[in-house]
């Protein structure tokens, strides 16, 4: 189910609480505020977030600042942000997190599966 954005950029919601974010194709300067936009407007209706990112061919710094800024975002927000980046996700993609060491900062789940189960809301808070 897609639920809009730009060409690159499908959100879905596949489980309450947790919206898909997949990436396909080049993320640069040009779609960089769209990804930030949409993140955030994810965040301000309180969904928990994954950002896959098997299909994304490339993505700059730019984008990996809308990551960046969006994780912040959730944490201050009581969310979760998780990335899915995975030993098929593109060469380009899995260098530039390797290079900036952003799974370092950034949470990232090696399968869909597991991107899922970690952003998924937690019950415990209701105990």
Known sequence: MQEGGHRGIVV?????????????????QYTAPKLSATLAGLLSEGSHIVVDLRRAEFLDSTAAGALLVADQRATAAGSRLVIVLTDDSPGPVRRLFDTARLGTILTVASSFDCGLELAKPSLQSEE
Do not use: F
């Open 12 to 28: 879905t919601h596949d489980r309450p609480g947790v919206a898909v974010v997949s990436l396909a194709g080049e993320h640069d």
